[in-house]
Structure formats: structure tokens, C-alpha cells
């Protein structure tokens, strides 16, 4: 019963549900990114290279074998480079679009930390902290004005 009790802890604190909106998300942003790749930036690169298909693109290690009748014996064996380069491309695309969002994201948020920023929201907890400090430092004058008398 234990072992319940601590998955439903997990679950409502929001862990589990944080981890399952960015697996769909993420998983709904390479199909994006996937398109972007194959449908917007390969096809203009195929056009200056004169119509060169790179998810084709390989080097044949061994041809495929085929028997009398034209049946397909053995498999060619290739490496294919093409679709490597495809891959690496949707790699970088994502990889920058995630620095992109995360420079926002922790901009927004150093801005929201910020107490002395009148144009956002300031959450409780470091508007908090920061009247503790300020009455810290308040005290902190008052004690050292009455060693000096």
C-alpha cells in the first residue's frame, strides 16, 4: 500500500503531469520540426543542387543481389550519409529553437524575480523575501546606532 501512496504523492505534485505535457509537447514539436526540415528547407537546397534528393544519398557498401527471376536475394548494404544529414539538420534546428525558448523563458523569469520591476507581477514569495530584507537591514542600522552612543 506504500508503494500506492507514494505514486499518488508523485502524481499530484505535478511532477508526472510536468513530464507528460513536455513528452507531447516534445513529441508534437519534432513533427513540426520534422516538416520544417523535409517539406520547407530540403526541397529549396534540392533545387540549387539540381533536384538532389539528400535523403537518398548513400554509399553503397555491397549491391543487392537478385536472383534469375528478378527476386531480391540478399539486401544492398549502405550507409546512408543523406538522411544522417537530415537528421543532424532537424538536431540543430531543434536544439536552437530550445535555446531560444529557454533565453525567454529564464528572461521572463529574472524579470519576475526582480522586485524593484514595477511592470511585472512580483511573486509572493520574493516580494516576501524582499521585505525580510529590507527589515533585516532596517534592524541591522537601528543595532549599530545604538553601539556608537
Do not use: C, W
Amino acid at each position: 500500500m506504500g508503494l500506492f501512496k507514494e505514486f499518488k504523492e508523485f502524481a499530484v505534485k505535478g511532477n508526472m503531469m510536468d513530464m507528460a505535457i513536455g513528452i507531447i509537447i516534445g513529441a508534437a514539436f519534432n513533427k513540426v520540426i520534422d516538416v520544417l526540415v523535409k517539406k520547407v528547407m530540403l526541397p529549396p537546397l534540392s533545387l540549387l543542387t539540381n533536384g538532389v534528393n539528400f535523403q537518398d544519398k548513400r554509399i553503397i557498401l555491397k549491391e543487392a543481389v537478385k536472383n534469375m527471376d528478378g527476386t531480391l536475394k540478399t539486401n544492398e548494404v549502405a550507409i546512408g550519409y543523406g538522411a544522417f544529414g537530415e537528421a543532424f539538420l532537424d538536431f540543430l534546428i531543434i536544439g536552437f529553437t530550445v535555446f531560444v525558448v529557454v533565453k525567454f523563458m529564464n528572461r521572463l523569469r529574472n524579470r519576475a524575480h526582480d522586485s524593484k520591476d514595477d511592470t511585472v507581477a512580483t511573486p509572493k514569495d520574493i516580494e516576501l523575501l524582499s521585505r525580510l530584507t529590507e527589515l533585516v537591514e532596517e534592524q541591522n542600522t537601528l543595532l549599530q546606532s545604538k553601539e556608537k552612543k
